[in-house]
């Protein structure tokens, strides 16, 4: 079955440097979202990407994130200086069709120091 | 109003008792409303969803019921079971557009023998 592959599963930084994670959605999907969720709280929507574009961000993702499409296969989330608060875990989903079910990944861990 | 509300945060069942998660939402936009799964340490799986064409949907031994015009939509789980102890998310999203998924704070359900 296809899935939604996410690395690294955990990733610890120092505060204040640059974090990029990696997603490589379903193959033939063409939506990519980023979420976050902090410990302990409820899933929050980061960012939507269709055809090479944000379509909509949420007010939590300030000019420190980024998102990118490098290659037809790897959707990335760049956050630009991390923060104390930027730790969560970060996961990507990715549906085939608008209104179709979102498949999330395992999830990235971000443990900022 | 983007907002889904969920209750309660927390429950305990006896194996084969019944779990009851409530949900309520305040945008009328809403138009698909998907129930999650979420092991520690993995993402969010989808469980069942309904649209509110329909009252009730049903799947083995969930259950989500629908009240379009109270704006309340709740998940039952029959004959729990203790591998079903793990965090419920509610959702809600638009089904055009890039349809971000909106969660509810999430219920962690603990089914004891």
């Known amino acids: 079955e296809p899935e939604v592959t996410q690395t690294p599963s955990h990733q610890v930084t120092q505060m204040g440097q640059e974090v990029i994670l990696r997603c490589v959605p379903i193959s033939n999907h063409l939506y990519f979202y980023w979420y976050r969720q902090i410990l302990g709280q409820k899933v929050e929507f980061l960012v939507s990407?269709?055809?090479?574009?944000?379509?909509?961000k949420s007010e939590i993702f300030d000019d420190q994130f980024s998102v990118e499409r490098p290659d037809g296969s790897n959707f990335t989330l760049k956050i630009r200086s991390t923060k104390l608060e930027d730790s969560a875990m970060y996961f990507c989903?990715?549906?085939?069709?608008?209104?179709?079910?979102?498949?999330f990944g395992p999830g990235t861990r971000l443990t900022v120091l | 109003q983007q907002q889904v509300k969920q209750s309660p945060q927390s429950l305990i069942v006896q194996k084969g008792g019944i779990s009851i998660i409530n949900c309520a939402y305040e945008?009328?936009?809403?138009?698909?409303f998907p129930w999650y799964q979420q092991f520690p340490g993995k993402g969010p799986a989808l469980l069942i969803a309904i649209r509110p064409d329909v009252s009730e949907k049903k799947e083995g031994r969930f259950t989500i019921s629908f009240n379009k015009s109270a704006k309340q939509f709740s998940l039952h789980i029959m004959d729990s079971q203790p591998g079903d102890s793990a965090t419920y998310f509610c959702a809600a999203t638009k089904s055009g557009g890039y349809q971000k998924v909106t969660f509810g704070t999430g219920t962690k359900l603990q089914v004891i023998p």
């Open positions: 945008n009328t936009a809403f138009d698909y």
């Open positions: 989903a990715s549906s085939g069709q608008p209104g179709n079910e979102q498949f």
């Open positions: 990407f269709y055809n090479n574009e944000i379509s909509e």
